[in-house]
């Protein structure tokens, strides 16, 4: 159980390092989802399936470190 807490506690540093001029209208909206909408904006999310489904639907626009 201990495990399943930290795991929880821990989560993903994602920081947009790309334009999204020029992205299809789903990409812009997972961006959005995440709460990027300028270069350099940086948000912390939970490491779960949902995060890593967007991450991987925009992980050319954007840079993932663990927070």
Same mark, same amino acid.
């Given at each position: 159980?201990? +495990? !399943? /807490? !930290?795991?929880?506690?821990?989560?993903? !540093? #994602?920081? %947009?390092?790309?334009?999204?001029?020029?992205? !299809?209208?789903? *990409? #812009?909206? +997972? /961006?959005?989802? %995440?709460? %990027?909408?300028? #270069?350099?904006?940086? +948000?912390?999310?939970?490491?779960?399936? *949902? +995060? *890593?489904?967007?991450?991987?639907?925009?992980?050319?626009?954007?840079?993932?470190?663990? /927070?």
């Amino acid at each position: 159980m201990a +495990t !399943k /807490a !930290k795991k929880a506690a821990g989560g993903l !540093k #994602i920081t %947009l390092v790309k334009s999204l001029i020029g992205s !299809k209208e789903g *990409q #812009i909206a +997972t /961006a959005a989802s %995440l709460g %990027l909408r300028k #270069i350099g904006d940086v +948000t912390v999310q939970p490491d779960n399936a *949902q +995060t *890593q489904g967007k991450i991987k639907k925009i992980i050319h626009l954007i840079e993932v470190t663990e /927070a």
